[in-house]
């Protein structure tokens, strides 16, 4: 069965500094991974996502993420992260099942001060 | 592309009484349908998920039910809350045309009190 571990709840940095939010995974065969964006109160947003191909995937808003496949990681980052990035931010490994489901991480909650 | 529509956006409702959560997809057809709830603002669960018309997956057993009365519609349904059913309800869909390793879409969410 697929796992993702997001293993921060909360992740505090300045403005104008860059940002990480760390995620694990585990699946069987091949992983195919999001990162999801949610603003109080709001449905979730996609952000960015690795099927296949280059380690280095960008997405929306400025943020891309790097998939590591020896260590299982799928971590998200900006370079200079903005108030307005302050969220709760989830990642997802698709399950390999009839059915497209995912299988969300815990959350991280992101923290940006000015 | 999709839109998602969900009502109502915020529910009050006694222990006891029963609820119909409403999701409808535009901007494309024959989308697979999902249901989850969302705890305390944390971590997501799947409750149902649907491929096609009158076709519905549990994930988790409890006191919701869920039905697809048409292509585009899922509905979550409920005879008798619980306190514990409270929560942040996300519908979300997916368009298996459209690649099978491509995201889901999410609805904008019910937030669900029972008191």
């Known amino acids: 069965a697929q796992s993702v571990a997001q293993p921060e709840d909360q992740v505090n940095v300045a403005e104008g500094n860059p940002l990480t939010v760390k995620c694990t995974y585990s699946?069987?065969?091949?992983?195919?991974l999001f990162w999801y964006v949610q603003y109080p109160n709001r449905g979730l947003q996609f952000l960015l996502k690795?099927?296949?191909?280059?380690?280095l995937v960008k997405g929306s808003y400025g943020f891309e993420a790097e998939f590591n496949k020896s260590q299982t990681s799928f971590h998200l980052k900006k370079p200079s992260a903005l108030v307005s990035d302050s969220a709760l931010y989830f990642c997802?490994?698709?399950?390999?099942?009839?059915?497209?489901?995912?299988?969300f991480g815990g959350g991280t909650r992101v923290l940006v001060k000015p | 592309s999709q839109t998602i529509h969900q009502w109502p956006a915020t529910l009050v409702q006694p222990v006891g009484s029963p609820l119909s959560l409403e999701c409808t997809v535009e901007?494309?057809?024959?989308?697979?349908l999902y249901w989850y709830r969302q705890a305390a603002g944390r971590g997501l669960q799947l409750l149902f998920y649907?491929?096609?018309?009158?076709?519905i997956s549990s994930e988790v057993p409890q006191n919701l039910s869920a039905s697809r009365p048409q292509d585009r519609q899922f509905i979550l349904s409920s005879k008798k809350l619980l306190l514990s059913d409270s929560g942040f309800y996300l519908c979300?869909?997916?368009?298996?045309?459209?690649?099978?390793?491509?995201?889901?879409?999410f609805g904008p969410g019910t937030r669900l009190t029972v008191l």
């Open positions: 690795y099927i296949t191909g280059d380690n």
């Open positions: 997802a490994v698709r399950d390999g099942a009839a059915g497209n489901k995912l299988t």
């Open positions: 979300a869909c997916h368009t298996p045309t459209s690649g099978p390793y491509n995201e889901q879409f």
């Open positions: 649907s491929v096609g018309i009158g076709q």
């Open positions: 901007g494309t057809s024959n989308p697979n």
């Open positions: 699946v069987s065969g091949n992983p195919y």
